[in-house]
């Protein structure tokens, strides 16, 4: 039984947020519950549905910073259905919105004017997985995980931790009303305690307070820094003569040179429906490139544009993942809690999927939460770590361990050569492990020691720019709350951003959020447009000096995906 009750924060519990201008020392409500879930993603709701699976006397509370389950989730997707099965294995039967089979599979080297077909890596196989909108599924899962008497809060964002005695016991939700200077407005309602044996952090890549306990337990110590990439992504409509459903092409080669990791997605799927995305490799060393103009650019090339002819863009999103893999998994537990799906970093890269790990994840969260309840253990729910290790997740991510670093090694071509003979030869067991040298900030060159790169404006039929591009994503933010992308040093960005690297942000921002304009001393100065942010994360991650910092804005706040994305 849930209950509510009033509490002084002050009093009773030591708080770390995400968000510095959450106010302190007031009075807030404060219910409790047996789990509280962070994020209502496909990893957080299936450990909220598993959790209920296991006890129905269960409280499992799930906050999602979202409008509404889905609003925030955004990928290709192709989903390998074995998580799903082992979860629910009658979905087929309640309606899981899994309605395009794959049925073939192209993958393609680019030239600037041609192309050629590679033989698709055994990874790449997609027989037997479906053609999905992510979104759509996910609000499919909300409603399964409801049906079981799970409590799930959208709009509301979790912006605190809850520490006693050394142990997360919560989260506190984002304080609404709050104006530009930091102080309640009118209609200020703070945010609320909820309280919690156990915190399953399921925020997805980059989660804002899954970083603060990284550095709050030291979880990150003994791996290999997080490698992310940044994944933009389109849905089109075409005509339906056009339309291959169950056709999935990835491309690899142009418009990246040979020493930048990247490629493209086409999914051919619904009614009519075209997924059409972008990634790039946050490792990339020249500041003048801009992931979402090389995107556009793809477009038109000869090998691509047929795909689109007679078509119209109807939604837009981008989104950071982790690339890192095996190497990159930090510890995964901490005194009242621990993380799953993105946040830990389960993406499988050489398939290109991350939805099937990460429910996984969540299943197995729950199991180990079950366990600490059975066992009367209120400390770390510590047998998670050992399952995730006997599970397939830890079985796949080991034997693609040394695909995505090959890359960074060896270059494109050097990388796929290498992957082939890891992937072939050694079936994934090489008697080695590479490993990801240094974090993505920190690959940048100076602007001046590398070629500009000029892209071509966009012609508003086929190629776009980002304020259009982010019109389509439904993106919303109250206007008077404090912004909530901060520059730790102000002073910094002329230093260091502008005069080094020409303001890299301006370009990797898909959103639009970072300009540059001229100060009224004539000096370039930095413009920050946080209601364009689509949450994507990637300047949290690229930053040179770490200096930008991505708080959670009031919940309800970001993009507002439709269904097909």
């Given at each position: 039984m849930v209950r509510a009750e009033r509490t002084s924060m002050s009093q009773h519990n030591e708080v770390?947020?995400?968000?510095?201008?959450?106010?302190?020392?007031?009075?807030?409500?404060?219910?409790?519950?047996?789990?509280?879930?962070?994020?209502?993603?496909?990893?957080?709701?299936?450990?909220?549905i598993r959790l209920k699976q296991l006890s129905s006397d269960?409280?499992?509370?799930?906050?999602?910073?979202?409008?509404?389950?889905?609003?925030?989730?955004?990928?290709?997707?192709?989903?390998?259905?074995?998580?799903?099965?082992?979860?629910?294995?009658?979905w087929r039967e309640k309606g899981a919105p899994l309605h395009t089979a794959a049925s073939e599979d192209r993958m393609m080297y680019l030239t600037e004017t041609g192309g050629f077909r590679l033989p698709t890596p055994p990874q790449m196989h997609n027989e037997g997985n479906y053609i999905v909108s992510l979104g759509n599924f996910v609000r499919w899962l909300g409603e399964q995980a409801e049906a079981l008497g799970v409590e799930i809060y959208p709009g509301f964002a979790a912006a605190g931790l809850i520490e006693e005695e050394g142990r997360i016991a919560g989260?506190?939700?984002?304080?609404?009303?709050?104006?530009?200077?930091?102080?309640?407005?009118?209609?200020?309602?703070?945010?609320?305690?909820?309280?919690?044996?156990?915190?399953?952090?399921?925020?997805?890549?980059?989660?804002?307070?899954?970083?603060?306990?990284?550095?709050?337990?030291?979880?990150?110590?003994?791996?290999?820094?997080?490698?992310?990439?940044?994944?933009?992504?389109?849905?089109?409509?075409?005509?339906k003569e056009n339309h291959?459903?169950?056709?999935?092409?990835?491309?690899?080669?142009?418009?990246?040179?040979?020493?930048?990791?990247?490629?493209?997605?086409?999914?051919?799927?619904?009614?009519?429906?075209?997924s059409y995305g972008f990634v790039v490799g946050l490792d990339y060393a020249n500041p003048w490139l801009s992931p979402f103009d090389e995107m556009q650019r793809l477009k038109a090339h000869p090998k691509m544009r047929a795909h689109f002819e007679g078509g119209r863009r109807i939604a837009y999103g981008a989104r950071a993942l982790s690339e890192g893999g095996l190497q990159s998994i930090p510890k995964l537990t901490f005194p009242g809690g621990l993380l799953v799906g993105d946040a830990a970093g389960f993406l499988n890269v050489p398939k290109i999927k991350g939805t099937h790990t990460a429910m996984k994840s969540g299943v197995?969260?729950?199991?180990?939460?079950?366990?600490?309840?059975?066992?009367?253990?209120?400390a770390?729910?510590?047998?998670?770590?050992?399952?995730?290790?006997?599970?397939?997740?830890?079985?796949?991510?080991?034997?693609?361990?040394?695909?995505?670093?090959?890359?960074?090694?060896?270059?494109?071509?050097?990388?796929?050569?290498?992957?082939?003979?890891?992937?072939?030869?050694?079936?994934?067991?090489?008697?080695?492990?590479?490993?990801?040298?240094?974090?993505?900030?920190?690959?940048?060159?100076?602007a001046e020691q590398v070629q500009k790169i000029d892209y071509p404006k966009p012609d508003g039929v086929l190629t776009f720019d980002r304020l259009s591009s982010v019109y389509l994503s439904g993106t919303n933010h109250e206007e008077q709350q404090p912004v909530h992308l901060r520059l730790r040093d102000p002073g910094l960005w002329k230093s260091l951003n502008w005069d080094i690297f020409r303001a890299p942000e301006s370009r990797y921002c898909p959103a639009g959020v970072y300009e540059v304009e001229e100060a009224e001393d004539g000096q370039p100065a930095l413009r920050i447009n946080a209601q364009n942010c689509v949450h994507c994360k990637t300047c949290d991650i690229k930053d040179p000096d770490q200096n930008i910092d991505w708080a959670v804005p009031e919940g309800g706040g970001g993009p507002n995906y439709p269904g097909g994305m």
């Amino acid at each position: 039984m849930v209950r509510a009750e009033r509490t002084s924060m002050s009093q009773h519990n030591e708080v770390f947020c995400s968000d510095p201008d959450m106010l302190e020392g007031i009075e807030r409500e404060s219910m409790d519950f047996d789990v509280v879930i962070v994020g209502a993603g496909p990893a957080g709701l299936s450990a909220a549905i598993r959790l209920k699976q296991l006890s129905s006397d269960l409280t499992v509370c799930v906050v999602e910073k979202g409008s509404e389950v889905g609003a925030h989730i955004l990928s290709g997707a192709v989903i390998e259905p074995r998580a799903l099965d082992e979860l629910i294995p009658d979905w087929r039967e309640k309606g899981a919105p899994l309605h395009t089979a794959a049925s073939e599979d192209r993958m393609m080297y680019l030239t600037e004017t041609g192309g050629f077909r590679l033989p698709t890596p055994p990874q790449m196989h997609n027989e037997g997985n479906y053609i999905v909108s992510l979104g759509n599924f996910v609000r499919w899962l909300g409603e399964q995980a409801e049906a079981l008497g799970v409590e799930i809060y959208p709009g509301f964002a979790a912006a605190g931790l809850i520490e006693e005695e050394g142990r997360i016991a919560g989260v506190i939700t984002g304080d609404m009303g709050v104006g530009r200077d930091g102080q309640p407005g009118p209609n200020f309602q703070p945010g609320m305690e909820l309280r919690a044996t156990y915190t399953i952090f399921a925020e997805g890549c980059r989660g804002s307070l899954s970083k603060k306990l990284m550095q709050r337990f030291n979880l990150r110590e003994g791996v290999d820094p997080q490698t992310y990439g940044i994944g933009i992504k389109e849905l089109w409509e075409i005509p339906k003569e056009n339309h291959r459903p169950g056709l999935i092409v990835h491309t690899m080669g142009w418009p990246m040179d040979s020493a930048t990791y990247g490629g493209s997605f086409l999914y051919h799927f619904g009614d009519n429906l075209v997924s059409y995305g972008f990634v790039v490799g946050l490792d990339y060393a020249n500041p003048w490139l801009s992931p979402f103009d090389e995107m556009q650019r793809l477009k038109a090339h000869p090998k691509m544009r047929a795909h689109f002819e007679g078509g119209r863009r109807i939604a837009y999103g981008a989104r950071a993942l982790s690339e890192g893999g095996l190497q990159s998994i930090p510890k995964l537990t901490f005194p009242g809690g621990l993380l799953v799906g993105d946040a830990a970093g389960f993406l499988n890269v050489p398939k290109i999927k991350g939805t099937h790990t990460a429910m996984k994840s969540g299943v197995l969260a729950a199991e180990a939460i079950a366990d600490a309840f059975i066992a009367d253990r209120v400390a770390e729910p510590v047998s998670y770590t050992g399952k995730i290790r006997e599970s397939w997740v830890w079985e796949e991510l080991s034997a693609s361990r040394n695909i995505r670093p090959s890359f960074s090694r060896f270059g494109n071509i050097g990388g796929f050569l290498y992957s082939a003979v890891d992937t072939v030869l050694f079936k994934g067991r090489a008697p080695w492990t590479l490993h990801h040298p240094h974090p993505d900030h920190k690959t940048l060159r100076p602007a001046e020691q590398v070629q500009k790169i000029d892209y071509p404006k966009p012609d508003g039929v086929l190629t776009f720019d980002r304020l259009s591009s982010v019109y389509l994503s439904g993106t919303n933010h109250e206007e008077q709350q404090p912004v909530h992308l901060r520059l730790r040093d102000p002073g910094l960005w002329k230093s260091l951003n502008w005069d080094i690297f020409r303001a890299p942000e301006s370009r990797y921002c898909p959103a639009g959020v970072y300009e540059v304009e001229e100060a009224e001393d004539g000096q370039p100065a930095l413009r920050i447009n946080a209601q364009n942010c689509v949450h994507c994360k990637t300047c949290d991650i690229k930053d040179p000096d770490q200096n930008i910092d991505w708080a959670v804005p009031e919940g309800g706040g970001g993009p507002n995906y439709p269904g097909g994305m």
